[in-house]
C-alpha cells in the first residue's frame, strides 16, 4: 500500500468491532479513504492523535464494519433490471441508508439482451468520473437464467436456458471482472462446464431455483460449486432418506450458505443451525430485496413479473403462494440475526460483512475494521440502530436507519 498522508483525518471514538473481539473504548482513525487505526483509544498512534481538537469525545456507540449485500434486486422503487444513472443512484443511496456500504447489482431470469443491457449499465455507472456516490456497486451477480424449470420461484420460467459458457465468455470479455456471481441449477445440461468456468475466473458458483439430489450437488462442489443462494428457498428440501440441495449444502464445508434473515423466508432456529454447521464462517446475509423495499404496501415488479406487496412480505401476483424477493434491508437483518437466532455480535457481522467480501474475493480491501481497508464504518446505538454511514471514509450525508 502506497504511503498515506496522515496530516489530517477524522477521528471515530467508541465501542470498536474487530475480527477479535469488542474494544470498548476503541477508536477508528481515517484518512484518504482509509481506515489508518482501528483499536484501543489510549493506543492511538501521536500522529493520528494530533487530529483531536479539544477534550476527547466522549464514546458515540458501536461502530461496526458496513455491511456487503451480495444478492440485492433493488429498492426504493427501482429494479436493477431497468437501470439507469439515476436509478442506480436511487437504489445505492437507499440501499447505504440503511448501512450497506458494498453491493453485487443482481439480475433476474431474463433474455440475453436484457442482461446485457443491465452489465452495460452497470459498467458505465461504475466508470463514471468522479465515482459512486453511495453504496459501492462491485459488479453483478446474474441469478440465472441457467435455473431448473422445475424452481423457478419469482423467476420468469419463460427465460429459462441450459448453462452456456459462450455467454460467460462473451459477458468477461465485454466486461472483465463485472460478474462477480452466478446462481444456477448444477443438475441442469452444461452446468458442470459453467461452474468449471466461473471458478477459474475466480466468480463465484453458486447454486439456487435447483432440483439437484444431494449426490448432484456434491458432484457440483467436486467441480468447484462454493455458495448457496437464499438457503431452503427454491431448492429439494432436506429429507433424512434423501438429503436433497439442502442437506447437501449443510453437509458440505466447501459451500457457504445465503441466508434472508426476516423471519418471513428462514425460522430463526433454522438459521442458527446453519450457523453452527457452518462454523459462523460460511454464512452470508443477504437482503434479496426487490424493488418495493423501503416504500409502502402495494403493487410492484420484480423483473418482468408483477408482484404484490402486504405487510412488507413480497408474493407474486399470479402466484400468491410463491415468495418474490424480499423488503429486507441489511441492518433489519443484521438486528434480527443478534436478536432472534442469537449470533454475536462478531458472528452476525461475519455474516454481514466478512464472509460476503470473502465471496466477493475483497476481503483484502473491505468486510472488517482494520488498518488499510476501505473506510465503510457503520455506528450503532444500543438498541443496533443505525446511527451513522460511512463509506471510503466519507459521511454519508442522507436520512439513516
Do not use: C
Not at 431448492?235 to 442437506?247: F, I
Amino acid at each position: 500500500m502506497a504511503e498515506i498522508n496522515v496530516s489530517s483525518g477524522e477521528l471515530l471514538y467508541g465501542k470498536v468491532l474487530t475480527p477479535d473481539g469488542v474494544i470498548q473504548k476503541g477508536v477508528i482513525a481515517v484518512s484518504e479513504g482509509l481506515i489508518q487505526y482501528a483499536g484501543e483509544a489510549a493506543w492511538l498512534p501521536a500522529a493520528y492523535a494530533s487530529w483531536q481538537t479539544g477534550t476527547s469525545p466522549e464514546p458515540e456507540g458501536l461502530l461496526i464494519p458496513g455491511f456487503v449485500d451480495v444478492h440485492v434486486h433493488g429498492g426504493a422503487g427501482y429494479d436493477f433490471m431497468y437501470s439507469d444513472a439515476d436509478s442506480l443512484d436511487t437504489i445505492t443511496r437507499f440501499h447505504a441508508s440503511q448501512g450497506t456500504t458494498s453491493m453485487l447489482a443482481t439480475t433476474m431470469t431474463a433474455a440475453k439482451d436484457d442482461i446485457d443491457r443491465v452489465l452495460s449499465e452497470v459498467n458505465a455507472y461504475r466508470s463514471a468520473e468522479g465515482g459512486m456516490p453511495y453504496a459501492q456497486l462491485a459488479g453483478v451477480h446474474l441469478e440465472g437464467p441457467f435455473i431448473s424449470p422445475k424452481w423457478p420461484g419469482a423467476q420468469n420460467p419463460g427465460h429459462i436456458v441450459p448453462a452456456n459458457t459462450l455467454w460467460l465468455e462473451e459477458w468477461e470479455a465485454r466486461y472483465p471482472g463485472m460478474i462477480r456471481q452466478v446462481t444456477l441449477a448444477p443438475e441442469r445440461e452444461g452446468a458442470l462446464e459453467a461452474i468449471q468456468w466461473l471458478r477459474k475466473h475466480g466468480i463465484t458458483a453458486a447454486l439456487g431455483h435447483t432440483d439437484a439430489t444431494f449426490e448432484e450437488v456434491i458432484a457440483a462442489a467436486d467441480a468447484g460449486l462454493n455458495q448457496a443462494v437464499h438457503m431452503f428457498n427454491a431448492m429439494t428440501p432436506l429429507h433424512h432418506r434423501k438429503p436433497g440441495t439442502a442437506g447437501a449444502v449443510l453437509f458440505d464445508p466447501r459451500i457457504r450458505a445465503e441466508v434472508i434473515a426476516d423471519g418471513i423466508h428462514v425460522h430463526p432456529a433454522a438459521i442458527s443451525i446453519i450457523a453452527r454447521l457452518k462454523n459462523g464462517h460460511n454464512l452470508l446475509l443477504i437482503t434479496d430485496a426487490m424493488s418495493a423495499t423501503g416504500l409502502s404496501d402495494g403493487e410492484y415488479a420484480i423483473g418482468d413479473l408483477p408482484v404484490i406487496v402486504n405487510g412488507g412480505i413480497a408474493t407474486l401476483k399470479e402466484h400468491p403462494e410463491s415468495l418474490a424477493g424480499s423488503t429486507l434491508t441489511m441492518i433489519r437483518g443484521f438486528r434480527y440475526l443478534v436478536q432472534e437466532t442469537g449470533l454475536s455480535l462478531q458472528e452476525a457481522s461475519q455474516a454481514a460483512s466478512l464472509t460476503p467480501a470473502v465471496s466477493l474475493g475483497m476481503q483484502r480491501s473491505i468486510g472488517s475494521l482494520e488498518a488499510g481497508k476501505r473506510g465503510d464504518i457503520l455506528l450503532l446505538d444500543d438498541e443496533l440502530n443505525l446511527r451513522g454511514v460511512w463509506i471510503g471514509g466519507r459521511k454519508l450525508e442522507a436520512e439513516i436507519g
